[in-house]
């Protein structure tokens, strides 16, 4: 695709960036196919196609509109059309960028903005969303059912966690929500790559990865975020007590495996970034990989039930990890169901569900009878935001995959 840039982009990184992506693209429609919003709206300007469309005439000049921003607003970021695409166009990239110039040009109203500043200044404190969690679930049998149904139950006890006893030693992500929500992922984590000779560590003030500020627009916010976070875990890194960093939250692991690429221009941070980059492994990639350590134990634990797999898109499109997760389960003895469509996001899409309501609802409502139609006992997936957004009504349990690992462990002992 042909492209003449506007001087105020033109030259900046971010310019040539959009730039070498716009030409990739050869507006073959493939990606459509496989867009959600499209899908459901039916709207070129809400596929992919469209909204690269959109996206090449704001750079070369054009004057954004409120109606250029819904249909940016719209997109999942899912990523799913870089997967289908045959030309290798970095969509997921040239939509940040995309937005971020929208974002300065189009004001939102007094509500959008503050609901966007609530989020951002609510998620990543990890502290401050865990009081205001507390509350809600302290206040929740007077809430009205709607709203009842929105906020989660109290989280189960995560139980033990293993002393960092061994050789190896690998770096976890805290996170941001996910310590308050479902403090039980990462301690189950850390009990399966212990019977695996890794000691998982989490660093102090390791929170949000930036994904939240980021994708609301606040990039400036969002790669603050991502220095502090790279400032907690760099005394560990250059000690060299840890050899890996492991995402038991792929949303979390597609945005750190970005660092790298998101601070090249900082001259601070840039070797520091890439680095972390480097070292960032998804949880079921180091699971796998130690796999043959704990075959033994699996095989002893008794029959297991039926599962339904969720792949999130932050795993199966971002990072392109797919088919790695499943094996584990069926090792483990349980029986995967069918998913049909199992390349469609949930709806979830980090704050997405919150500020696209009616359509993170809607493909929350499909992906649930898709999961749902094998029967299955449980639902599990591998990220968060994921997982508490299809707990909604979910006729089953939704839990993460690790934790039926860690329970499989514990029966065989």
């Known amino acids: ?242 050899e890996a960093i492991v995402m038991t939250a792929s949303g979390c692991g597609s945005m750190v495996r970005e660092f790298g690429h998101l601070l090249r221009d900082d001259d601070a941070y840039r070797d520091k970034a890439a680095r972390v980059s480097a070292m960032t492994r998804d949880l079921s990639e180091v699971v796998t990989e130690h796999a043959a350590a704990l075959a033994e134990r699996l095989t002893a634990a008794p029959a297991a039930g039926r599962i339904a797999f969720h792949a999130p898109c932050s795993l199966q499109h971002a990072q392109q990890i797919r088919g790695v997760v499943e094996p584990l389960l069926a090792r483990a003895g349980y029986a995967l169901t069918p998913v049909p469509d199992a390349h469609l996001c949930c709806g979830s899409a980090g704050t997405y569900s919150i500020l696209q309501p009616a359509l993170g609802n809607t493909l929350r409502a499909r992906k649930q009878a898709a999961l749902h139609s094998g029967q299955p006992d449980t639902i599990v997936t591998a990220n968060i935001g994921c997982l508490m957004h299809l707990q909604v009504g979910a006729q089953v349990p939704v839990r993460h995959w690790i934790e039926l690992l860690d329970e499989r462990l514990a029966a065989a002992t």
């Not at 919003?37 to 004057?63: C, F, M, S």
């Not at 997921?92 to 929208?102: E, M, P, T």
């Not at 989660?152 to 139980?159: C, K, Q």
Request: aromatic letters at 4%.
């Open 1 to 242: 695709m042909q492209t003449q840039l506007a001087d105020f982009i033109r030259g900046t990184a971010d310019g040539r960036e959009a730039e070498e992506i716009l030409r990739k693209c050869v507006h073959c429609g493939f990606c459509t196919a496989t867009c959600p919003t499209y899908q459901l709206i039916g709207d070129e300007l809400d596929g992919p196609r469209g909204r690269i469309y959109l996206i090449k005439q704001v750079l070369e000049g054009a004057r954004p509109t409120a109606r250029t921003r819904l249909h940016l607003d719209r997109c999942l970021t899912c990523r799913s059309c870089e997967t289908t695409c045959p030309s290798g166009v970095h969509y997921g990239r040239l939509v940040d960028i995309g937005r971020g110039v929208v974002e300065t040009r189009v004001p939102r109203g007094p509500f959008a903005r503050a609901q966007r500043a609530a989020l951002g200044a609510v998620l990543p404190r990890t502290r401050l969303f865990g009081a205001l969690l507390a509350l809600g679930q302290w206040l929740r049998p007077l809430l009205p059912a709607p709203l009842k149904r929105l906020v989660p139950a109290r989280a189960r006890a995560p139980g033990g966690w293993p002393a960092a006893r061994r050789a190896r030693g690998m770096l976890v992500l805290a996170g941001c929500v996910q310590p308050a929500l479902a403090p039980v992922i990462n301690a189950a984590a850390a009990r399966v790559l212990d019977a695996a000779g890794i000691s998982l560590i989490e660093a102090p003030g390791g929170g949000c990865c930036g994904a939240v500020r980021y994708h609301l627009n606040d990039q400036a916010a969002g790669l603050d975020d991502m220095r502090a976070l790279i400032d907690a875990w760099w005394p560990m890194i250059e000690r060299g007590q840890v």
